[in-house]
Protein backbone atom coordinates (compact mmCIF):
# COMPACT_ATOMS: atom_id res chain seq x y z
CA UNK A 1 0.00 0.00 0.00
CA UNK A 2 1.00 3.60 -0.96
CA UNK A 3 0.13 6.55 1.11
CA UNK A 4 0.86 10.02 -0.50
CA UNK A 5 0.44 13.20 0.75
CA UNK A 6 0.79 16.86 -0.54
CA UNK A 7 1.63 20.20 0.91
CA UNK A 8 2.51 23.89 0.09
CA UNK A 9 -1.10 24.83 -1.37
CA UNK A 10 -2.42 28.40 -0.05
CA UNK A 11 -3.16 31.76 -1.53
CA UNK A 12 -1.19 33.57 -4.06
CA UNK A 13 -1.46 36.67 -6.00
CA UNK A 14 -1.66 36.29 -9.55
CA UNK A 15 1.73 36.51 -11.59
CA UNK A 16 3.00 34.80 -8.30
CA UNK A 17 4.50 31.46 -7.63
CA UNK A 18 4.22 27.96 -5.78
CA UNK A 19 5.66 24.81 -5.11
CA UNK A 20 3.91 21.86 -4.77
CA UNK A 21 5.29 18.88 -2.66
CA UNK A 22 4.27 15.24 -2.79
CA UNK A 23 5.76 13.04 -0.09
CA UNK A 24 4.62 8.89 -0.98
CA UNK A 25 5.59 6.59 1.45
CA UNK A 26 6.75 2.85 0.05
CA UNK A 27 10.36 1.17 -0.66
CA UNK A 28 9.79 1.23 -3.99
CA UNK A 29 9.30 4.99 -4.63
CA UNK A 30 11.75 5.10 -7.50
CA UNK A 31 9.08 2.98 -10.03
CA UNK A 32 6.08 4.64 -9.42
CA UNK A 33 5.21 7.32 -11.90
CA UNK A 34 3.70 10.29 -10.50
CA UNK A 35 1.46 12.75 -11.14
CA UNK A 36 -0.26 15.92 -10.51
CA UNK A 37 -4.22 16.59 -11.51
CA UNK A 38 -6.47 19.19 -9.94
CA UNK A 39 -9.81 20.19 -9.72
CA UNK A 40 -11.51 23.29 -9.58
CA UNK A 41 -15.42 23.76 -7.90
CA UNK A 42 -17.87 21.91 -10.20
CA UNK A 43 -15.30 20.44 -12.39
CA UNK A 44 -14.17 17.72 -13.25
CA UNK A 45 -10.91 16.51 -12.51
CA UNK A 46 -7.86 17.03 -14.95
CA UNK A 47 -4.35 16.37 -15.68
CA UNK A 48 -1.62 18.78 -14.87
CA UNK A 49 1.39 16.92 -15.07
CA UNK A 50 3.27 13.61 -14.65
CA UNK A 51 6.87 12.63 -14.85
CA UNK A 52 8.49 8.64 -14.70
CA UNK A 53 10.15 6.97 -12.53
CA UNK A 54 13.65 7.97 -13.33
CA UNK A 55 12.12 11.79 -14.60
CA UNK A 56 12.97 11.47 -18.49
CA UNK A 57 9.64 11.05 -19.67
CA UNK A 58 7.64 14.46 -18.56
CA UNK A 59 3.90 15.40 -20.03
CA UNK A 60 2.25 18.59 -19.12
CA UNK A 61 -1.35 19.87 -20.04
CA UNK A 62 -1.48 22.68 -22.74
CA UNK A 63 -3.00 25.18 -19.99
CA UNK A 64 0.40 25.11 -17.64
CA UNK A 65 3.44 24.25 -19.85
CA UNK A 66 6.05 26.92 -20.27
CA UNK A 67 4.59 27.86 -16.03
CA UNK A 68 4.71 24.46 -14.08
CA UNK A 69 7.34 22.37 -13.55
CA UNK A 70 7.13 18.80 -12.55
CA UNK A 71 10.38 16.93 -10.77
CA UNK A 72 10.97 14.55 -7.92
CA UNK A 73 13.58 13.43 -5.48
CA UNK A 74 13.61 9.86 -5.18
CA UNK A 75 15.92 9.77 -2.60
CA UNK A 76 13.39 11.68 -0.42
CA UNK A 77 10.01 9.77 -2.16
CA UNK A 78 9.16 13.07 -2.98
CA UNK A 79 7.87 15.23 -6.36
CA UNK A 80 7.61 18.44 -6.89
CA UNK A 81 5.20 20.84 -8.74
CA UNK A 82 6.89 24.03 -9.19
CA UNK A 83 4.17 26.62 -10.63
CA UNK A 84 4.98 30.14 -11.77
CA UNK A 85 3.13 33.12 -13.36
CA UNK A 86 0.10 31.86 -11.72
CA UNK A 87 -3.17 32.86 -13.35
CA UNK A 88 -6.93 33.03 -11.41
CA UNK A 89 -7.90 30.31 -13.52
CA UNK A 90 -5.40 28.02 -11.83
CA UNK A 91 -7.62 28.15 -8.91
CA UNK A 92 -8.08 23.84 -7.63
CA UNK A 93 -7.54 21.35 -5.39
CA UNK A 94 -4.15 19.84 -6.71
CA UNK A 95 -3.84 15.76 -6.29
CA UNK A 96 -0.81 14.13 -6.25
CA UNK A 97 -0.86 10.63 -7.34
CA UNK A 98 1.16 7.51 -8.03
CA UNK A 99 0.76 4.49 -10.43
CA UNK A 100 1.96 0.82 -9.82
CA UNK A 101 4.53 1.33 -13.23
CA UNK A 102 7.68 3.10 -14.26
CA UNK A 103 6.09 5.44 -16.53
CA UNK A 104 4.22 8.66 -16.88
CA UNK A 105 0.99 8.92 -17.45
CA UNK A 106 -2.01 11.31 -18.49
CA UNK A 107 -5.09 10.09 -17.07
CA UNK A 108 -6.45 9.63 -13.44
CA UNK A 109 -7.54 5.92 -14.74
CA UNK A 110 -3.82 5.52 -15.10
CA UNK A 111 -3.04 5.76 -11.44
CA UNK A 112 -3.13 3.71 -8.20
CA UNK A 113 -2.79 5.85 -4.91
CA UNK A 114 -3.96 9.80 -4.78
CA UNK A 115 -3.70 12.05 -1.66
CA UNK A 116 -6.33 13.86 0.16
CA UNK A 117 -4.99 17.28 -2.25
CA UNK A 118 -4.01 20.73 -0.98
CA UNK A 119 -5.76 23.68 -2.00
CA UNK A 120 -3.93 26.53 -4.27
CA UNK A 121 -6.42 29.99 -4.53
CA UNK A 122 -4.86 32.72 -6.83
CA UNK A 123 -6.35 36.12 -6.39
CA UNK A 124 -6.67 38.87 -8.47
Known amino acids: QVQVEESGGGLVQAGGSLRLSCLASGRTFSRYGMGWFRQAPGKERQFVATISWSGDSIYYADSVKGRFTISRDNAKNTVYLRMNSLKREDTAVYYC?????????????????WGQGTQVTVSS
Open 97 to 113: AARNAVGSAVTRYDFDY
